[in-house]
C-alpha cells in the first residue's frame, strides 16, 4: 500500500496443520465483523496486542478466551 498508508484492514485465515502456517484467505479494506467477537471472547486489549504486533513488540496474552454465541 506504500509509506504512510493507515486504514483498517481484515484478513480472514486457515490454518493449514500439514503446513503448519497460516494462509491468508481474503482480505477486506475495513474492519470486519470478526474482530467485534474476538474483542469480546479475547477481553480488553485486543487493539493493543494488534498494534504492538504490526510494530514488532512483543504480544501478551493473559486470560483465557471465551466462548460466544452469534446469530447467522
Same mark, same amino acid.
Given at each position: /500500500?506504500?509509506?504512510?498508508? %493507515?486504514a483498517w /484492514?481484515?484478513?480472514? *485465515? /486457515?490454518?493449514?496443520?500439514?503446513? $503448519? $502456517? =497460516? /494462509?491468508?484467505?481474503?482480505?477486506?479494506?475495513r474492519?470486519?465483523?470478526? %474482530?467485534?467477537? *474476538?474483542?469480546?471472547?479475547?477481553?480488553?486489549? *485486543? +487493539?493493543? $496486542? +494488534?498494534?504492538r504486533?504490526c510494530?514488532?513488540?512483543?504480544?501478551?496474552?493473559?486470560?483465557? =478466551?471465551?466462548?460466544?454465541? %452469534?446469530?447467522?
Open positions: /500500500l506504500g509509506p504512510g498508508t %493507515f /484492514l481484515g484478513f480472514d *485465515l /486457515l490454518y493449514a496443520p500439514h503446513e $503448519q $502456517q =497460516w /494462509l491468508i484467505i481474503e482480505a477486506n479494506p474492519m470486519t465483523t470478526s %474482530f467485534s467477537g *474476538l474483542a469480546i471472547a479475547g477481553g480488553h486489549g *485486543l +487493539m493493543d $496486542q +494488534m498494534l504486533a510494530t514488532g513488540k512483543a504480544i501478551i496474552r493473559e486470560g483465557h =478466551w471465551d466462548a460466544i454465541a %452469534f446469530q447467522v
